[in-house]
């Protein structure tokens, strides 16, 4: 069965500073990876999405995420953040073979401060 | 941009009361999801629904649970008598697979369900 990690529960970023959030993924075949963010009363809103080709996609609000298939990760990155990226921040991965049902990680909560 | 919609955005009700929570997808779209995030906890996959049947369920989707498409519309979510555990998010989604795994699912922004 497909697995996700998200090993930091929460990280403190400096605004203008560089974001990374890390993801890691298990799964048997071709992953269908995404990143979700989700701001505080709010729904999930999908940020970036890697289905394949190109491993570095871009996704919006500046956000990009770098797939590693030797590494099973799913990185996403920011190079100056906001103090409205203040959210809390999913990784997915969908599984086609059962009616791509997404299993989302624990999340990472993000904190900007001035 | 068409949006997935959800109702109520907040649902108090009692321990033991049963519940629908409703959901409209975009319109086209032909697999429709429920998900429910405990506080705290990450988002987890209840059920699939495709081709007016349920096509996946977690070990969560007990018989409590239920889904329905009654119309073109609308997809519910009810619970029989609900449980001070089932408090939590309870997201719809909603997705029209493109070819080998290109689906994107489209979140609405979530029905909280607090039960007392």
């Known amino acids: 069965a497909q697995s996700v990690t998200q090993p930091d529960i929460h990280i403190t970023v400096s605004e203008g500073a560089s974001l990374e959030l890390r993801c890691n993924y298990s799964?048997?075949?071709?992953?269908?990876l995404f990143w979700y963010v989700q701001s505080p009363g709010q729904g999930l809103q999908l940020l970036l999405k890697?289905?394949?080709?190109?491993?570095l996609v871009q996704g919006i609000k500046g956000f990009e995420a770098e797939f590693k298939r030797s590494q099973s990760s799913f990185n996403l990155r920011k190079p100056s953040v906001h103090w409205s990226d203040a959210a809390e921040y999913f990784c997915?991965?969908?599984?086609?073979?059962?009616?791509?049902?997404?299993?989302f990680g624990a999340g990472t909560t993000v904190t900007v401060r001035a | 941009e068409p949006e997935v919609t959800q109702t109520p955005s907040h649902q108090v009700t009692q321990m033991g009361q049963e519940v629908i929570l409703r959901c409209v997808p975009i319109?086209?779209?032909?697999?429709f999801y429920w998900y429910r995030q405990i506080l705290g906890q990450k988002v987890e996959f209840l059920v699939s629904?495709?081709?007016?049947?349920?096509?996946?369920k977690s070990e969560i989707f007990d018989d409590q649970f239920s889904v329905e498409r009654p119309d073109g519309s609308n997809f519910t979510l009810k619970i029989r008598s609900t449980k001070l555990e089932d408090s939590a998010m309870y997201f719809c989604?909603?997705?029209?697979?493109?070819?080998?795994?290109?689906?994107?699912?489209?979140f609405g922004a979530g029905t909280r369900l607090s039960v007392l």
């Open positions: 799964y048997g075949a071709t992953p269908y």
């Open positions: 319109s086209n779209h032909l697999y």
């Open positions: 629904f495709y081709n007016n049947e349920i096509s996946e």
């Open positions: 890697y289905f394949s080709g190109d491993t």
């Open positions: 989604a909603s997705t029209l697979p493109r070819g080998f795994g290109k689906n994107i699912q489209y």
């Open positions: 997915a991965v969908g599984d086609e073979a059962n009616d791509y049902k997404l299993s």
